[in-house]
Nanobody
Framework: QVQLVESGGGVVQPGGSLRLSCAAS????????IGWFRQAPGKEREGISC????????FYTDSAKGRFTISRDVAKNTVYLQMSSLRPEDTAVYHC???????????????????WGQGTQVTVSS
């Protein structure tokens, strides 16, 4: 049974940083591409960053470029999203997801992803 559990969200001031974690079970990071997505109230789900199975390729959408970094720890079967220079518009529920696909297909609509985590809330506010 595949399970994805996000953690690390919270309240942070503008300009601050957070590191989100996505702990995966029931699958191997060498077989699945893992992605981070977010959804703000009243808005559609948005792809942020994805890392290819095997860890050799990463993808960032415009929202993440230059501020967010995706990485993984195979020993812990966990994928991280390091977020810096956070802005109020980054406020959202952040989800991780897993699928056997390439990073661009995963991170851009229509996504077509099989496994989702429950999400972790990130609030950027002064």
């Amino acid at each position: 049974q595949v399970q994805l559990v996000e953690s690390g969200g919270g309240v942070v001031q503008p300009g601050g940083s957070l590191r989100l974690s996505c702990a995966a079970s029931g699958l191997s990071l060498d077989d699945y591409t893992i992605g981070w997505f977010r959804q703000a109230p009243g808005k559609e789900r948005e792809g942020i960053s994805c890392i290819m199975s095997g860890g050799t390729t990463t993808f960032y959408t415009d929202s993440a470029k230059g501020r967010f970094t995706i990485s993984r720890d195979v020993a812990k079967n966990t994928v991280y999203l390091q977020m810096s220079s956070l802005r109020p518009e980054d406020t959202a529920v952040y989800h991780c997801a897993a699928e056997r696909t390439n990073v661009r297909a995963m991170c851009t609509p229509p996504y077509g992803i099989g496994y989702w985590g429950q999400g972790t809330q990130v609030t950027v506010s002064s």
